[in-house]
């Protein structure tokens, strides 16, 4: 299984911009899709967790700001970022658990860098 996180970059205050992930390389359907971060000299935290029907549930920090979604493709994941902050800044990661096996999966991390 791998997971590709994709769609970070860097973007000023109050800019926006789109993460992806999919996951691939298995024949199971991961219901949940995490999206964490972790942020210079931090622990890694939660964002959003997007469920099979595309509800999502945030970190208060993100709420009101980002939106998470599923694509129409198997195991794609999207995270909306919008009126990006200077404390968004971080790795982000996407994360899916094997349902039968309770594995991990992580991918790569993308890394997302709000500045002036």
């Known amino acids: 299984v791998q997971l590709q996180a994709s769609g970070g970059g860097l973007v000023q205050p109050g800019g926006s911009l789109r993460l992806s992930c999919v996951a691939s390389g298995t024949a199971i359907y991961f219901n949940t899709m995490t999206w964490y971060r972790q942020a210079p000299g931090k622990q890694r935290e939660l964002v959003a967790t997007?469920?099979?029907?595309?509800?999502?549930t945030y970190a208060d920090s993100v709420k009101g700001r980002f939106i998470g979604s599923r694509g129409n493709a198997r195991n794609t994941v999207y995270l909306q970022m919008n009126m990006l902050r200077p404390e968004d800044t971080a790795v982000y990661y996407c994360?899916?658990?094997?349902?039968?096996?309770?594995?991990?999966?992580w991918g790569q991390g993308t890394l997302v860098t709000v500045s002036s």
């Open positions: 997007i469920f099979s029907d595309g509800t999502t």
């Open positions: 994360n899916a658990v094997h349902p039968i096996t309770r594995n991990e999966y």
